[in-house]
């Protein structure tokens, strides 16, 4: 009997978990909270609670070459650096080839992973979820994936930073900072010779 494999997201890291589960003859599913594949790349004019964004005119800053996944190339019409639309794009075509969309369960989070009471003979884990109609769910697995990512909470450490602060999650467009005169000063690290 195949072995239970619990996967929490469905960003381009829950993708490759899933498939590789499936490589290696395991059962996956896959529970992502919103409705669709992609998670940090997956642009919404308003964000949404909860849950990481990018800003509207995000490029990606690394080549598609060293973001493509070894398996599945880029398209050969994808520019170097591509629109974060068209890494999305390149996320359901990677689902759609290995057919990972059927095992992902859409609008359903993870409130709780813990070990099974036999986990030490057993090795299983509990896996509780919710679905958009708050019903609640109890699995049981053999192994657990967190792909949750670590973007989703902003990190705005500036007690006591007078100036107004905005976390990216909220950054939509450049307009709205056209009025202000910003300066970016690098920090530099300099080795000291031995």
């Known amino acids: 009997m195949s072995q239970r494999v619990a996967v929490i997201g469905a960003g381009p890291s829950g993708l490759t978990s899933i498939k590789s589960c499936l490589d290696e003859g395991l059962k996956p599913t896959c529970f992502e ?9 997956r642009f919404k004019e308003t964000p949404e609670p ?15 070459e060293m973001m493509c996944f070894s398996d599945f190339p880029m398209p050969a019409d994808y520019p170097n ?46 896996v509780v979820t919710e679905n958009r109609e708050g019903q609640e769910q109890r699995h049981v697995f ?13 990190v ?16 939509t467009l450049s307009i709205d900072y056209t009025i202000y005169t910003v300066l970016i000063h690098p920090v530099v690290s300099l080795a000291m010779p031995d």
């Open 156 to 171: 705005s450490p500036l007690d006591q930073f007078p100036g107004q602060f905005k976390a990216s999650k909220h950054y």
């Open 50 to 64: 909860g849950r990481s964004s990018i800003y509207r005119s995000l490029v990606v800053n690394t080549s598609k």
């Open 81 to 126: 650096y591509m629109l974060h639309s068209q890494l999305l794009q390149y996320f359901r075509l990677y689902a759609q080839h290995f057919d990972l969309l059927r095992h992902i369960t859409f609008q359903t989070s993870v409130l709780t992973v813990r070990q099974r009471p036999d986990f030490s003979r057993s090795g299983q884990w509990e």
């Open 33 to 41: 909270s919103s409705d669709d594949i992609g998670g940090l790349w």
């Open 142 to 154: 053999d192994g657990v994936l967190v792909c949750s990512g670590h973007y989703t909470q902003p």
